[in-house]
């Protein structure tokens, strides 16, 4: 069974910190990806990478920044946290591109900013 | 601009009746769709897919129904169950993409 790992449950940062939010899958996923998932809004692509050191963007990819050093490992980076990034994260990972591969989720990151 | 549409924000359903979840997509290059389910702080699991050469696709439980000249699908839980409960994403991708795009969601709620 696949397992994504996200590093953490709960997050607090203050405006301006460097936040980093880590994601490891056991499976050999070619494919991993960045969510966000905020009320009324539903889940937001920020990035995702196809391969190690391959990144794109998503459709939010502002404010955030993205390292894959490792097959297994996908980190989100924030540069300067702002309360508009008071979210919950969600790392997902896929066999293959597109949808006949399914999305393997995280349990999610819930970060607030103060 | 927003692919994929889920326009009902939540849906009460009695236990053992069945749950119909709509979903509406705008991009004619969308050949592959998704139904993810999420339960409170959990991340959101794969429930049931069903491609566009397809128009129906059944699990246990699940059917998802696509009606492409309409742009349209839906997913049917028949009978709906308290563990049901839980919000439901419309999800789609195109051939040759990476990317997968999500609605806002449906949250079910299964009434005893």
């Known amino acids: 069974d696949v397992k994504v790992t996200q590093s953490s449950r709960y997050l607090v940062k203050r405006t301006g910190e460097k936040v980093f939010l880590e994601c490891v899958q056991d499976?050999?996923?070619?494919?991993m990806f960045w969510y966000r998932q905020d009320p009324g809004l539903g889940l937001r692509l920020i990035y995702f990478s196809y391969d190690v050191k391959m990144k794109e963007k998503g459709d939010i990819p502002e404010g955030y920044s993205v390292s894959r050093e490792k097959k297994e490992r996908f980190s989100l980076i924030l540069e300067s946290a702002s309360t508009n990034q008071t979210s919950m994260y969600l790392c997902?990972?896929?066999?293959?591109?597109?949808?006949?591969?399914?999305?393997?989720f995280g349990n999610g990151t819930r970060l607030t900013v103060t | 601009d927003q692919q994929v549409k889920q326009n009902s924000p939540s849906l009460s359903v009695q236990e053992g009746r069945i749950s119909i979840l709509n979903c509406d997509y705008t991009n004619s290059m969308f050949d592959y769709f998704l139904w993810y389910k999420k339960y409170p702080a959990e991340g959101p699991t794969f429930l049931i897919s069903i491609s566009s050469i397809k128009d129906k696709n059944e699990d246990g439980r699940f059917t998802v129904f696509l009606n492409k000249s309409a742009k349209h699908l839906s997913l049917h839980i028949v009978p709906s169950q308290p563990g049901d409960s839980a919000v439901y994403f419309c999800a789609a991708s195109a051939s040759g993409d990476d990317k997968i795009i999500f609605g806002k969601g449906t949250r079910l709620h299964i009434l005893p």
């Open positions: 499976m050999d996923h070619e494919n």
């Open positions: 997902a990972s896929s066999l293959r591109a597109g949808g006949e591969s399914p999305l393997h």
